[in-house]
């Protein structure tokens, strides 16, 4: 069995050879074989103009106005970080890349801006909704307290179609974390899941099983729900494990359970 976790964040520490090797020797005490490293998109400078929208309300900006931890450095410093790192000999093999957020109205920028660089991989994700974080806590007063949540997820899917039809994402960020809150639409959910699934086949997209919202939301559903689980199955889509870790003590959680139900 090859183990490998496919999504973990380095936002919590700078872009330093010891920090990103933390993450890399935390994997292989856990026993995987690959690792995939990526940032938000939100870290870097260049790709400010995407989230003007959210500034629409005030703990949005506040969110965002946090120096800290965004905008705060160039694209090139964290990819001549990893291509020093792949110049190493490591024990595990090490994949970089990042978590775009999908907004489309900034598709043709995302294109431009990411067409300038290479990248191992590149994860397309929908945090926000119509320029709503959907995932903050926050979020309850903005979104889940103000609108239909069967509104809410019909517009979250139309735009995890629309980023899937983007062509510029190799994989698919936790499919199914709108869940996140166990607030549930009204409506089936199966023709979307099937329509993913066929698109994802399509446009040659892996699915992230991540299990970020499992110990980090305190979600019951250790990765993706069962049903959408066995459509993805029933399509042979090709999955990806997902730690999301946000520090190296998290990386390769629940990897062994969650690669099981994968098989
Ligand atoms: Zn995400
Ligand atoms: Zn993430």
């Known amino acids: 069995m090859t183990y490998i976790d496919g999504h973990m964040h380095l936002e919590n520490g700078p872009l330093t050879k010891e920090y990103v ?9 856990k026993g995987l074989d690959e690792i995939q ?3 938000h998109t939100h870290r870097f400078i260049e790709f400010e103009p995407i989230y003007e929208r959210l500034k629409q309300y005030d703990v949005q900006k506040t969110w965002l106005a946090n120096k800290d931890m965004k905008f705060k450095d160039h694209l090139s410093d964290f990819i001549d970080l990893m291509k020093d790192i792949q110049q190493m000999d490591l024990p595990v093999k090490v994949k970089y890349g990042l978590e775009v957020c999908y907004v489309p109205e900034y598709e043709n920028f995302l294109k431009e801006l990411l067409g300038q660089y290479s990248f191992d991989f590149l994860v397309g994700a929908i945090h926000s909704i119509d320029g709503i974080l959907y995932d903050m806590s926050f979020s309850k007063d903005l979104l889940w307290n103000r609108y239909d949540a069967n509104d809410i997820y019909k517009r979250y899917y139309e735009l995890v179609f629309q980023l899937i039809e983007s062509q510029l994402f190799t994989q698919l960020a936790h499919p199914d974390t ?3 809150f166990q607030i549930y639409p009204t409506y089936d959910l199966k023709p979307t899941y099937q329509k993913m699934a066929e698109l994802l086949k399509a446009h040659h997209m892996k699915a992230e099983n991540n299990v970020g919202c499992y110990y980090r939301y305190h979600h019951p559903d250790m990765g993706l729900s069962q049903e959408l689980l066995q459509i993805f199955k029933d399509n042979h889509v090709d999955l990806i494990y997902a730690s999301d ?4 003590q998290d990386v390769g959680n629940y990897i062994r359970e969650a690669t099981l139900q994968m098989n």
């Open 21 to 29: 090797l933390q993450f890399v020797e935390a994997a292989h005490q």
């Open 37 to 39: 490293i990526l940032d």
């Open 178 to 180: 709108i869940k996140l």
């Open 245 to 248: 870790a946000h520090q190296p």
